[in-house]
């Protein structure tokens, strides 16, 4: 899988992608998406349990989403660029 560097403007946080980056983008979204079962399946009896662990202790702020995870990942990378 080839590298996608994402670039941002330091002055205005606009973010851009090199030429050919964003097909890059597709095809590696694309594969995410045919692994993902797979990976969701591995892990979803820990999910559960850390869901449950946080209910047990009233602790309403984990929500274990996929959204959250990728979100947090997303702003961290562009935080690094």
Do not use: T, Y
């Amino acid at each position: 899988e080839a590298a996608v560097h994402i670039d941002r403007c330091l002055a205005c946080h606009a973010v851009w992608l090199d030429p050919n980056e964003l097909e890059q983008v597709q095809v590696l979204v694309e594969s995410w998406q045919q692994r993902a079962p797979q990976q969701l399946a591995l892990v979803a009896g820990k999910l559960e349990a850390a869901r449950m662990r946080a209910a047990e202790v009233g602790d309403a702020s984990f929500q274990g989403s996929r959204f959250a995870f990728v979100n947090a990942l997303m702003n961290r990378l562009l935080d690094a660029a």
